[in-house]
């Protein structure tokens, strides 16, 4: 295999978060799955690039658009799927859904349904892994709608004070459901306005998961030498509606043919495909790792929709802090 193996793994981690979402849309007409769906489908390379560079060593905050960030930190299909499907092996027992993932052994600290919630929470536990000297990143992924709430300013300012090493990963898609952000903010440049909060702040339009990985490795390795947070606004498509398994052209708040020229003809999963053709693996190499991503689904999905449904007594396990 000449390939280089990180390109192969940013490939499979990628293909892991498009393939589950593919069943999601393929088995949520049989409604097991009784939890609204805010599909990353398209937007995978971002917390893909961003996981595999911190190589577990992150502790992710994500947004209700939770499914890649949480499977690409985890690759955790099984957990995940049962959740979807409300059963008691999921990552809250069946309670949470799609919007609230968590598996804080495995570094996905929370998904959080209220805009821009997590992002001051992430600047919470950059703190605690700077004073307990974890070597721990603290990851913010959130859209650019979470850039218009006050808490997003806050945890900027409050990070770059406390020199924290936090990294804060906006997955700009530009819009808020369907508004666009020159309808609600009046800087042309987020990056440059953090920028001016003492915060390292860059800026990624490649749609290449490669690139968001090299950018990720480099910022983090800066925000814990420098102490300081990291900005990265990773511009991107979501490729269905707001909510749901569909899509939304026909609302006609966003030009299908733009979207298409830009963004889904040169899907970073079909980038990553033809990188591995280039550099060395065949036809039947690159077909073989897609079988077993195939079968690690296909077997996470057959196992949580056979799961046990949660028991009553159950109802507030992990609610409250005292029924934990
Ligand atoms: C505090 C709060 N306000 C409003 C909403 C309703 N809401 C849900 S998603 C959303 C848009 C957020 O857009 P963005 O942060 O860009 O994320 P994207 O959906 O594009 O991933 C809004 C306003 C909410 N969930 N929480």
């Given amino acids: 295999m000449a390939t280089n193996s990180r390109s192969a793994e940013l490939y499979k981690t990628l293909l892991l978060a498009r393939r589950s979402e593919e069943a999601i849309v393929k088995h949520y007409p049989e409604n097991l799955m009784r939890t609204p769906m805010h599909m990353s489908m398209g937007q995978e390379f971002v917390s893909v690039g961003v996981c595999e560079a911190l190589e577990g060593?992150?502790?992710?905050?994500?947004?209700?658009?939770?499914?890649?960030?949480?499977?690409?930190?985890?690759?955790?299909?099984?957990?995940?799927?049962?959740?979807?499907?409300?059963?008691?092996?999921?990552?809250?027992?069946?309670?949470?859904?799609?919007?609230?993932?968590?598996?804080?052994?495995?570094?996905?600290?929370?998904?959080?349904?209220?805009?821009?919630?997590?992002?001051?929470?992430?600047?919470?536990?950059?703190?605690?892994?700077?004073r307990l000297n974890t070597g721990r990143t603290s990851v913010a992924f959130f859209g650019d709608g979470a850039v218009d709430a006050g808490v997003f300013w806050e945890s900027v300012n409050s990070a770059a004070l406390f020199r924290l090493p936090v990294l804060f990963v906006c997955e700009d898609n530009g819009y808020a459901v369907d508004t666009?952000?020159?309808?609600?903010?009046?800087?042309?440049?987020?990056?440059?306005?953090?920028?001016?909060?003492?915060?390292?702040?860059?800026?990624?339009?490649?749609?290449?998961?490669?690139?968001?990985?090299?950018?990720?490795?480099?910022?983090?390795?800066?925000?814990?030498?420098?102490?300081?947070?990291?900005?990265?606004?990773?511009?991107?498509?979501?490729?269905?509606?707001?909510?749901?398994?569909?899509?939304?052209?026909?609302?006609?708040?966003?030009?299908?043919?733009?979207v298409h020229r830009d963004w889904i003809d040169r899907d970073a999963v079909v980038v990553q495909r033809r990188r591995l053709l280039a550099t060395g693996l065949s036809e039947g190499d690159v077909g073989a790792l897609e079988a077993q991503i195939d079968a690690q689904v296909q077997e996470s999905v057959k196992r949580a929709a056979a799961a046990p449904i949660p028991t009553p007594d159950r109802l507030y396990a992990g609610v409250f802090h005292e029924n934990a």
């Fill in 57 to 130: 060593k992150a502790d992710v905050f994500a947004s209700y658009r939770s499914h890649a960030a949480f499977l690409a930190q985890t690759k955790d299909t099984d957990r995940f799927f049962a959740e979807l499907y409300g059963r008691m092996s999921g990552t809250g027992e069946g309670k949470g859904g799609s919007m609230h993932l968590a598996a804080a052994d495995r570094g996905h600290m929370l998904s959080s349904g209220v805009v821009a919630t997590q992002i001051s929470v992430a600047v919470g536990a950059a703190f605690a892994n700077l």
């Fill in 180 to 258: 666009p952000r020159a309808a609600r903010q009046v800087v042309r440049s987020i990056a440059e306005t953090v920028r001016s909060f003492g915060c390292d702040s860059y800026e990624d339009d490649s749609s290449d998961v490669e690139s968001v990985y090299e950018l990720a490795r480099s910022a983090a390795a800066k925000a814990h030498a420098e102490r300081r947070p990291a900005f990265l606004n990773i511009k991107c498509a979501r490729f269905l509606e707001h909510v749901g398994i569909g899509d939304d052209w026909h609302w006609g708040y966003r030009d299908k043919e733009a």
